[in-house]
């Protein structure tokens, strides 16, 4: 059977589920039964593909749909499982239903390590959607990336403030060293994240009272705080 898409014609079986999203958009009350077989076939022999364009699009509905045909939500496709797909397209509302899939693998990496909420930060997508990921109860937040790097650590690295802030509020690790001995905290330092720095002496302050950090770096911070306090 074959089936036009744009202004080709195509084997039906061949079609990848870039394709098959888009038939299913545009053909949705047209021909209802090949939709369905369209999507059988994709769901079954190629390895659920078409929920990652659903991801990649943030189109809750046909993902839905996809769902409903039962799709492999940890499929993964070019190394991406599709959650780890719509974090990296800032994809909310596709975000938000593929969460309430308990056997969801929410920590799942890829070849660098990287997981779904690691590359929701990398490609800078809304707070709302860092936060829905936040919210799962079984995300591990200091999950690092293969160098070693937590998600806190990038956030340092692209001097987001309100991020950081976010993330400290969730539980990460300020002190996380990655395999160069570098955590956030250090690279707040080096960095010059005068302001990220100052953040996180006041969670330190305010989550442990009696931290002694072995770091001398804190240290001399922590002396040139109290030094700017006195002449004031």
Same mark, same amino acid.
């Given at each position: 059977?074959?089936?036009?898409? %744009?202004?080709?014609?195509?084997? #039906?079986?061949?079609?990848?589920?870039?394709?098959?999203? #888009?038939?299913?958009?545009?053909?949705?009350?047209?021909?209802?039964?090949?939709?369905?077989?369209?999507? /059988?076939?994709?769901?079954?022999?190629?390895?659920?593909?078409?929920?990652? *364009?659903?991801?990649?699009?943030?189109?809750?509905?046909? #993902?839905?749909?996809?769902?409903?045909?039962?799709?492999?939500?940890?499929?993964?496709?070019? %190394?991406?499982?599709?959650?780890?797909?719509?974090?990296?397209?800032?994809? %909310?509302?596709?975000?938000?239903?593929?969460?309430?899939?308990?056997?969801?693998?929410?920590?799942?990496?890829?070849?660098?390590?990287?997981? #779904?909420? *690691?590359?929701?930060?990398?490609?800078?997508?809304?707070?709302?959607?860092?936060?829905?990921?936040?919210?799962?109860?079984?995300?591990?937040i200091d999950l690092p990336n293969c160098e070693g790097q937590t998600v806190l650590w990038?956030?340092? =690295?692209?001097?987001? /403030?309100?991020?950081?802030?976010?993330?400290?509020?969730?539980?990460?690790?300020?002190?996380? /060293?990655?395999? =160069?001995?570098?955590?956030? *905290?250090?690279?707040?330092?080096?960095?010059?994240?005068?302001?990220?720095?100052?953040?996180?002496?006041?969670? *330190?302050?305010?989550?442990?009272? /009696?931290?002694?950090?072995?770091?001398r770096t804190l240290a001399r911070r922590e002396e040139t705080v109290e030094a700017r306090a006195s002449i004031y």
């Amino acid at each position: 059977m074959y089936v036009h898409v %744009g202004k080709s014609e195509t084997k #039906a079986s061949s079609l990848t589920g870039g394709e098959i999203c #888009a038939f299913a958009q545009t053909h949705r009350n047209i021909y209802p039964k090949l939709r369905l077989a369209l999507i /059988k076939h994709n769901v079954k022999h190629q390895n659920s593909s078409a929920l990652h *364009w659903a991801a990649k699009t943030n189109n809750r509905r046909f #993902a839905k749909t996809l769902l409903s045909y039962r799709a492999d939500f940890n499929a993964r496709v070019d %190394g991406l499982s599709p959650l780890m797909t719509a974090a990296k397209y800032g994809s %909310g509302r596709v975000i938000n239903l593929l969460l309430q899939k308990i056997k969801l693998r929410v920590n799942m990496r890829n070849s660098q390590g990287e997981s #779904a909420l *690691w590359l929701s930060v990398a490609s800078k997508s809304s707070s709302a959607v860092v936060y829905q990921l936040l919210q799962h109860p079984r995300l591990r937040i200091d999950l690092p990336n293969c160098e070693g790097q937590t998600v806190l650590w990038l956030a340092v =690295f692209q001097d987001n /403030k309100d991020l950081v802030c976010q993330l400290l509020s969730s539980g990460a690790k300020p002190d996380a /060293k990655d395999q =160069f001995g570098i955590s956030p *905290w250090i690279q707040a330092c080096i960095s010059n994240r005068s302001q990220i720095v100052d953040l996180l002496l006041d969670h *330190w302050k305010a989550t442990s009272p /009696k931290f002694v950090s072995p770091d001398r770096t804190l240290a001399r911070r922590e002396e040139t705080v109290e030094a700017r306090a006195s002449i004031y």
